[in-house]
């Protein structure tokens, strides 16, 4: 079993910048794909990034570049740095794992862990 810890999550100003950090535990050997998720209220849950087991990431196309997820030294650690936030980037961002999913997936359904979600709120 894996268990995921979201934080960092904090209220900012438009174009400020926030690090959000996720601490998988478990039996993380076993995870493929990872990946940051995030839900407004009143919408869907939409994904962020997903990350391979080769460290190769895919972002949502509203991104545009403003962020960027990388591995911490410390094993199970993932991180995601966001810049120039934007009002409509407000939501409860979520850490996402699976341990059968080869390659990046935007799927929620395709995660088995899941976080408990860390609030970003941007005014």
């Known amino acids: 079993h894996v268990q995921l810890v979201e934080s960092g999550g904090d209220s900012v100003q438009d174009g400020g910048s926030l690090k959000l950090t996720c601490a998988a535990s478990?039996?993380?050997?076993?995870?493929?794909?990872m990946g940051w998720f995030r839900q407004a209220p009143g919408k869907e849950r939409e994904a962020v990034v997903s990350i391979d087991r080769d460290e190769k990431p895919a972002y949502a196309n509203f991104v545009q570049g403003r962020f960027a997820v990388s591995r911490g030294s410390a094993k199970g650690i993932l991180y995601l740095q966001m810049n120039n936030l934007e009002l409509e980037d407000t939501a409860m961002y979520y850490c996402a794992a699976s341990d059968d999913l080869w390659g990046v997936s935007f799927s929620p359904t395709q995660y088995q862990y899941w976080g408990q979600g860390t609030q970003v709120t941007v005014s």
């Open positions: 478990g039996y993380t050997d076993t995870l493929s794909c």
